[in-house]
């Protein structure tokens, strides 16, 4: 466990520098990348191949496997994958062996084409969503034990600029290379081919870091001695020794991390476990339509992809700085409020942008503070989940609460498409933001009632 870091506050800015926090940058852009390959991007590709939008609002659950993934995550924390585990540990195993799968799946939606056969690249994307979404379970963990609750905040700040910085790459980077080897103003699948090669070669990031990093140093022997113990009370009752081991560890790896968590926090876990899964519905929501929009609004590629790489990068890692700096000064829960505001209001300058029309600096400001209170809202919102897990069932826990975060939000939005089809983007962000407000009152209603909260 990293120990460097005493005072966080007295450091200031210099905890950026410190080895664990440059691992998560890393690592974080590892997460980022594939996520709007299978979303938001992928709705542009979709959209351009003349694909429906309400057929892109129902293929946008895709992205469902991020809200599942709670599902295997014993798994993962308590399993080790044959062969990746022997020869790099339980965490770097499931991190290498699950980016080989989003490369190799990101090929195969590379070789696809939507207009001749959109079931294959389909089936493609579910598999990048459920290695994306395995990924992320392990480098949540990995984050968790990797360093003292005192970096927390820092570590979530550095691992949401990576994020960030990769969903810059595969929104504005994706387009930009698209039009580069293929046409900017009309469909051209060879573009988009070339685009999600080198996608899939991107992720070498993530990969070169798993392989050069050391696996975190977390006792785990109480949590083998209960496991052990339950199987040597199973067998002693009648159970045969085979059962026996796999209701044991059943239940050491997928029920006690509920147990754990509501005997920690009672009846106010619901809570608790409410405002996670509400706390992003708006972004989330109107991050599906959000590049049908640009298309339908008549903006080629590179135009998109201009704004972005530029201004969404600044304000992307000044989000995602100022957000870990705020934490630190400030309570989580009053940052999360502001990140919630922020959402509200950028999707009321998306309504705003559909009575002024196709223009320019509309386009750059829209972007600019999207990703600004995304940044800030995000990394708060993992310094929040991060402060709820314990680190005895890190994998588990944080992959439930990362899984309930998505799972209402991702299913609403496949509805996007048919809403926006029924009554137009302008009632659509309308909508979008006012389903936000419930947040706040949440937000207000843990301060109040869930303990050792702020």
Known sequence: MEQSVENQEDLGWRVYLEKSVLIMLALGFSSGLPILLVFG???????EADVSRTDIGYFSWVALAYGLKWIWSPLI?????????????????????????????????????????????????????IASASQDIVIDAYRIELATERLQAALA????????????????????????FGSDSSYDPIGWKTAYFIMASMMSIGLITALCIREPQVNGKAMEELEADLRYKMVSQGL??????????????????????????????????????????SDVVMGVMANAFYVDMGFIKSE????????????????????????????????????AILAAFTNLLFLAFTYIGNNLPMLTLVISIDNLSAGIATAAFIAF???????????????????????????????????????????????TALIGIPVLFLIKAVALYAPHQK
């Open 41 to 47: 991007t992928l709705s542009f590709w979709l959209r």
């Open 77 to 129: 924390d308590r399993f080790p994958v044959p062969v990746f585990s022997n020869l790099l540990g339980r965490r770097r195993g499931w991190m290498v062996f699950s980016q080989l799968m989003i490369i190799a799946s990101l090929c195969g939606m590379a070789v696809s084409n939507p207009q001749a056969d959109l079931s294959q690249l389909a089936i493609f994307a579910v598999i990048v969503a």
């Open 157 to 180: 700040a550095a691992y949401m600029t990576g994020y960030r910085l990769a969903m810059i790459m595969a929104g504005a980077g994706v387009l930009a290379f698209a039009a580069l």
């Open 240 to 281: 045969p020794p085979a059962l026996a081991r796999i209701a044991a560890w059943f239940y050491t790896a997928a029920v006690m991390p509920f147990i754990d968590f509501f005997s920690r926090y009672g009846k106010a876990g619901f809570l608790l476990l409410a405002l996670i899964g509400c706390y992003r519905i």
């Open 304 to 339: 998109v992809a201009a704004v972005s790489k530029v201004y969404g990068v600044i304000m992307t890692l000044a989000g995602a700085g100022l957000g870990g700096l705020l934490i630190v000064r400030y309570n989580t829960l009053r940052i999360l409020a502001l990140g």
């Open 385 to 431: 989940m991060s402060g709820l897990t314990n680190v005895a069932f890190s994998a588990t826990q944080y992959a439930l609460f990362s899984s309930i975060m998505l799972l209402f939000p991702k299913f609403l939005a496949g509805f996007s498409g048919l809403f926006v089809d029924l009554y137009g983007y302008n009632t659509f962000f309308l909508s």
